[in-house]
């Protein structure tokens, strides 16, 4: 990406509002297949703002390889689709590209549609230098969409944070999720499955840098 481009981009994001030039979903796919946008570093569209997305570390890779590993083993293909950094369409102002989406469902069945909000059973970030981001825009934004579950593996505390049952505040306006759980580093997790076992797991696990005990 040109350091223009670049500029231009994070001068749209510290605008106002109202002077923000906004994009939908489909002008988004246009100018990123039309080369405007290259592959890196790679962007996403949040309420009609194109926002760069920061470099993914190491530890943040690992620890993504790892939860994929983790659900892979537990979850059949033929009722469960584990998508890791793919595009999420949820309407036409926004296309976040989460790190990992827990779906109920063959990976076949969305091979032609977007997920209803009903079918992520979970939605996870990994989050490092994106954590701020993460407990506000993108927390706001999946709470709206009816997201139930969502997960954030913290590696700056080394924690997870799982929030669950989403709503919007009647004073503010503003959807955000009603229980908030912190598991740290020592703790056992328990994950629910439809019709399965739960997959229980201690968060040393998935975290990197660490031998898990």
């Not at 689709?81 to 590209?97: C, G, L, N, R």
Request: proline share 6%; hydrophobic share 40%.
């Amino acid at each position: 990406m040109s350091a223009t481009l670049e500029q231009a981009i994070e001068n749209q994001q510290q605008m106002p509002e109202e002077r923000r030039l906004m994009f939908s979903v489909s002008d988004y796919r246009k100018i990123s297949e039309a080369g405007i946008l290259p592959a890196k570093p790679k962007t996403e569209l949040i309420r009609g703002v194109i926002y760069m997305m920061l470099p993914i570390g190491r530890p943040h890779g690992i620890c993504t390889a790892l939860l994929h590993s983790l659900f892979a083993t537990h979850l059949s293909i033929e009722h469960w689709a584990i998508f890791d950094q793919v595009t999420v369409e949820f309407d036409d102002e926004s296309a976040p590209e989460p790190d990992l989406c827990i779906l109920r469902g063959s990976p076949r069945a969305f091979e032609d549609r977007e997920p209803r909000a009903d079918e992520y059973a979970y939605l996870i970030e990994v989050a490092q230098t994106s954590l701020k981001s993460d407990r506000t825009t993108k927390l706001s934004l999946y709470a709206e969409h009816g997201v139930s579950d969502y997960w954030i593996v913290n590696l700056v505390d080394r924690v997870i944070e799982a929030y669950s049952q989403p709503y919007t505040d009647a004073n503010s306006g503003q959807s955000i999720y009603k229980n908030c759980h912190i598991y740290a580093e020592q703790d056992s997790v328990t994950m629910p499955f439809d019709g399965l076992s739960p997959l229980v797991f201690k968060v040393a696990d998935i975290l990197p840098g660490k031998s898990a005990k």
